[in-house]
């Protein structure tokens, strides 16, 4: 299995508050991703890094952002969170050295569950 | 807008039986295709994958199917297994592209 640790894997909050989640990664792969899964949606892309301080919006960002200041660790921040961020959030790594997607390696996943 | 559908969301099978799920994209870019599986309360895992040079691959019990003029693809399992019940995720890139479009997904549930 491709070392990916997310922390926590579940949490409650209250609608306002921040919440930060964190993956981190023991395989030096240069792209990780932050998901979110929904019913009837599947696994959307909210945010995704190329690299150190290298990041770039995936299709629902909104209310949402990241930060990669290493290799191996990569945050996703609701800055105050709403009942629609409600879901199951999945971080992903891929070597990246390829030229073009690769198959990406995903964590075990987060339940964020927002009151 | 969603490029890559999976219509069915579910889909039962008896065991020993073959599966077959299907997915269908629209942007005429995508060239790389990819099939994961997930288990609840787990994450995803890469299952198999299919390049837009082929028109099949297969690894064991599993086989995609691409067929690029209809912008479909499936994915065969035979002999279905009732450790194959999961979500199943149909997934595709374009080249120069480090992102992977995502279906909603099928639930495949392997009847004993």
Known sequence: ?115 | DQQVKQNSPSLSVQEGRISILNCDYTNSMFDYFLWYKKYPAEGPTFLISISSIKDKNEDGRFTVFLNKSAKHLSLHIVPSQPGDSAVYFCAASGSNDYKLSFGAGTTVTVRA
């Open chain 1, 1 to 115: 299995d491709a070392g990916i640790t997310q922390s926590p894997r579940h949490k409650v909050t209250e609608t306002g508050t921040p919440v930060t989640l964190r993956c981190h990664q023991t395989e030096n792969h240069r792209y990780m991703y932050w998901y979110r899964q929904d019913p009837g949606h599947g696994l959307r892309l909210i945010h995704y890094s190329y690299g150190v301080k290298d990041t770039d919006k995936g299709e629902v960002s909104d209310g949402y952002s990241v930060s990669r200041s290493k290799t191996e660790d990569f945050l996703l921040t609701l800055e105050s969170a709403t009942s629609s961020q409600t879901s199951v959030y999945f971080c992903a790594i891929s070597p990246g050295t390829s030229g073009r997607s690769d198959i990406q390696y995903f964590g075990a996943g987060t339940r964020l569950s927002v009151l």
